[in-house]
């Protein structure tokens, strides 16, 4: 069942990245009426930002439906741990891989790490980023140690993951970005963050030109409001209390009502679906 907007109390963490084990309500990464069909038996997928939030449901929704798991993370061993756990109870395989993706050598070695012990990679999903409030009325004051470091973990981690696991990829495997709605509607006190976003359309969307000779789809998914450790990560408390009314659903989306898509893209269900975006966001109407 959906959880209301009414439902989300005031919270905030002093930590960033946030804890999903932290947040009051717990989102809801897995839904029992989700049966898998076997759609990715005998894959591999690497999700950055696996740990929790939105790659946490990508990672089990993905375990259901057969493949094995590689996760990348920060720091938030606690989070990790539970996706690890809870892949495994699918019956499949979890290797955790902590560090900071905004390192080249970095995600050199995460895929290293993957093929050497999961033996293939087929699907990588570029979701982990890096989410910061700013004062719209002071663009000044945005200093460029700051943007670099939104710049390298949400956008310059895409093209050095990339580079490293095409040479790896076969015929038919898919790369899945998360963008967000920011991309399209813009949001003032999200500028840096909702800029790389923008610039995550594009290279989805020239990335996938440049792969389709090879059989290889690129495709990204858009969220909305979702309750993910992002928000009180990012927000006062005051701002995450009642999260998710703006929309016309009213509510926040929960990660699970996200990770369907990327089930949709990794899939053979979306063989005809190549540089384009989804857009689970609780009703907005945005442009193309």
Known sequence: ????????????????????????PKPQYDRESYVGSNKLEGKVALITGGDSGIGRSVAVLYAKEGANIAISYLDEHGDAQKTKELVE???????????????????????????EQLGQLDILVNNAAEQRLENPETLENIDSRSLNSIFSTNIFSMFYLCKAAIPHLKEGSSIINTTSINAYKGNAPLLSYSTTKGAILAFTRSLSQSLLEKGIRVNAVAPGPIWTP????????????????????????????????FVFLASEDSSYFAGQVLHPNGGVVVGA
């Not at 050199?108 to 093929?115: A, F, M, S």
């Open 1 to 24: 069942m959906a959880i209301s907007a009414d439902q989300i109390p005031a919270q905030s963490q002093d930590r960033q990245p946030a804890l999903e084990s932290e947040m009051n």
């Open 89 to 115: 109870q699918e019956g499949r395989k979890c290797l955790l891989i902590p560090g900071d993706i905004s390192d080249e050598h970095f995600c050199q070695q995460v895929v290293e790490k993957t093929i």
């Open 230 to 261: 992002f928000i009180p990560d990012a927000f006062p408390s005051e701002k995450v209390e009642g999260f998710g009314k703006q929309v016309p659903m009213k509510r926040p989306g929960q990660p699970v009502e996200v990770a369907t898509s």
